[in-house]
């Protein structure tokens, strides 16, 4: 299984950024496809997930209304829309799959990209 994120970058508080990943390798169709983050300093904290077949998503509240998480099944891909960013989003965003019915939880059965960075700063 290979994850590959893009979309990452600078950018000024209160503005915009939208993070891809693409998935391949996938063995099974029942997963669920996410984003934690890690800044500096501080350990890595889960940000959103969503499943499929279903589509149910989860969000940390600290991204609450700020960030929608979609995918587009047909290629394998999972996007981050993130809003109103703050500098506290700033860190190493990573996009997680772990097969199953659970949400990635940053142990050794989920599979890992190798993160884009998002600085928020002005």
């Known amino acids: 299984l290979q994850l590959v994120e893009s979309g990452g970058g600078l950018v000024q508080p209160g503005g915009s950024l939208r993070l891809s990943c693409a998935a391949s390798g996938l063995i099974w169709d029942y997963y669920r496809i996410g984003w934690f983050r890690q800044a500096p300093g501080k350990e890595r904290e889960a940000v959103s997930c969503?499943?499929?077949?279903?589509?149910?998503?989860y969000y940390a509240d600290s991204v609450k209304g700020r960030f929608t998480i979609s995918g587009d099944n047909a290629k394998n891909m999972v996007y981050l829309q993130m809003n109103s960013l703050k500098p506290e989003d700033t860190g190493v965003y990573y996009c997680v799959v772990r097969y199953g019915s659970n949400c990635p939880r940053g142990d050794p059965h989920d599979y890992w990209g190798q993160g884009t960075q998002v600085t928020v700063s002005s």
């Open positions: 969503m499943g499929t077949p279903d589509a149910r998503t």
